[in-house]
């Protein structure tokens, strides 16, 4: 059976952006409402403690709700909030990260710093496409798969991606479907560079002569003067994507104009997505660290040497660790071809198995900057001691809520203050949120016996709580089933009444007759 529209008053958004509703003490997850509207939705999972639903109508609307420019926002994955008003984007972002800090490290920033934010559209300049032939639409597609879904968006248009990129995906769809593998070539992955675009088409098959030429064809037809467009193809892994045509071309590159400093890429190796807002962030997190020259500063998780460069640029000593072969390889080329060579060094470990002891191994360091994926830096800032500890950490993050629980770390038992703290609006109209944190050693480090009393603590109050909670949903059990047993009681009392209600009238009937 169908379920009926519910209606709702929304309270806040969830980092998705999801209107979160409470009803009846549950939370409901509501895809496309926004905080302060009153709506209906219908449930499409639901869950002991939550649900998850679609937004049937608005009721009430939120001073924060705009119309989409996308003709595909709803159905396309790759945006979730463009019905909220770009400042209010940026805004809820920031309550984000600050509700992560309070409810899960149980911490709190001096200083709020203000949000990083560039333009809203045609700022990705890397994506990946997918693409499938479908007899039924009469060709090939190319977009971004669609929301909960593993089709693929029928679109002409991605207003995320530079302009001249958007304008392609007509054109790519009509070239796919031109080719001998048009039913074998499932992604495309786009790198959007200063002076060079590259375009690398996954093969699951080999590529005929005549689909070289095709190809071929295909990138002089959309080069720009002085900006040519690269095909590239990869046969099997990230590892083995290789030029085809023109191979003459300029080499893929971004720059970081404030630190003078060009980095070359490949376009299977990990850079951000929007160069724009990369400059600003770099910016952002070398005047929280402030190198000086004669530091020691250590940059984890490096990549390819987007911070670790800059850094050098102080005149400090620093040291890159990454756990990546193929990126420490391309970080010490570009440190070499941007003249750092002598200011960096660089070292392949696995950060997320770092010890006491193996941290120790590293030397002192005076400062430390941290830009982890999204799992966090929880078993490399646990393993700081007292005599490792730097005096000031700069932490990149793209998980709130990592960031959150190292946090909580790193002020709780290894002796820092959160000085300052602020999102940077890496993706606009979805719901990632990257964020940039400083620390200041303030304090000595807890010792393990201090730790381990903190955690004993610290258990023994979820223990308490647990069992409270447990008390208090068996006794609202007990009362229940009281309630039950006297609702049944009063039932079947109420039955017995009618029945002997209704004996009586037959026996007074068959008085009044003399039967």
């Known amino acids: 059976m169908s379920q009926a529209p519910v209606v709702a008053r929304v309270e806040s958004l969830d ?21 302060y509207e009153t709506v209906t939705y219908k449930s499409y999972r639901i869950k ?17 709700r705009t119309t989409p420019s996308c003709p595909h926002f709803g159905v396309c994955g790759g945006c979730s909030m463009q019905h909220v008003e770009f400042s209010a984007q940026v805004a809820i972002k920031q309550r984000v990260l600050e509700d ?9 920033a001096e200083v709020v710093l ?89 093969n699951m098959d080999a590529v005929t002569d005549a689909d070289l030429v095709i190809l071929k064809a295909f990138s002089d037809r959309h080069s720009q003067p002085k900006r040519p467009l690269q095909v ?35 376009p299977s190796e990990f850079t951000q997505v929007n160069p724009e807002i990369n400059n600003v962030m770099v910016s952002r997190a070398l005047r929280l660290l402030k190198p000086q020259a004669g530091e020691r500063i250590a940059d984890m998780f490096c990549g390819i040497g987007n911070f670790t460069l800059p850094i050098a640029r102080s005149g400090a ?7 990546s072969e193929a990126l420490v390889k391309r970080a010490v080329e570009n440190a070499t071809h941007n003249g750092l060579q002598q200011q960096v060094r660089y070292e392949m470990a696995n950060l997320f198995d770092v010890t006491e002891a193996s941290l120790a191994a590293l030397g002192k360091f005076d400062k430390m900057l941290v830009d982890p994926p999204r799992d966090g ?4 800032l646990s393993a700081i001691t007292e005599d490792t500890a730097p005096q000031r950490i700069v932490y990149v993050s793209c998980n709130p809520s990592t960031l959150a629980r190292d946090a909580g770390v790193l002020v709780h038992t290894k002796g820092y203050t959160l000085t300052s703290a602020g999102i940077i609006n890496m993706f606009p109209h979805t719901g990632h949120v990257e964020s940039v944190a400083c620390f200041e050693k303030t304090a000595p480090c807890k010792t393990h016996a201090e730790i381990a009393e903190m955690l004993a603590a610290e258990a023994a109050i979820r223990d308490a709580a647990r069992s409270a909670s447990i ?32 004996l009586a009238s037959l026996a007074a009937e068959d008085a009044a007759t003399g039967g």
């Open 15 to 35: 980092h998705e952006g999801r209107g979160i509703a409470r009803v009846d003490g549950k939370a409901i997850f509501i895809d496309g409402a926004l905080p």
């Open 48 to 64: 002991k403690s939550y649900e998850n639903a679609d937004l049937v109508s608005v009721l009430k609307e939120s001073f924060m």
């Open 100 to 108: 992560n800090l309070a409810h899960i490290g149980k911490v709190k």
């Open 114 to 202: 203000p949000p990083i934010s560039g333009a809203p559209w045609g700022y990705r300049h890397r994506a990946r496409l997918s693409a499938r032939y479908v007899e039924k639409k009469g060709g090939a597609l190319v977009g971004f798969r669609e929301k909960s879904a593993s089709f693929i968006v029928d679109m002409n248009e991605c207003r995320i991606l530079p302009p001249h990129i958007s304008a392609l995906i007509p054109a790519l769809r009509d070239m796919i479907t031109s080719l001998s593998i048009n039913r074998r070539l499932p992604q495309i992955e786009i790198a959007v560079g200063a002076e060079l675009d590259v375009l690398v088409f996954r």
């Open 232 to 266: 590239w193809l990869q046969p099997k892994g990230p590892e083995t994507c290789y030029p085809v045509y023109p191979l003459d071309a300029p080499k893929l590159t971004y720059r970081l104009a404030d630190f003078d400093i060009e980095m070359p890429y490949y």
């Open 317 to 323: 000593s620093v040291l890159g660790m990454e756990g």
């Open 377 to 380: 830096a929880l078993q490399l």
């Open 471 to 502: 008390a208090a949903r068996q006794q609202r059990e007990t009362l229940a089933a009281a309630d039950k047993a006297s609702e049944q009681a009063e039932k079947a009392a109420a039955k017995d009444a009618r029945r002997a209600a209704y």
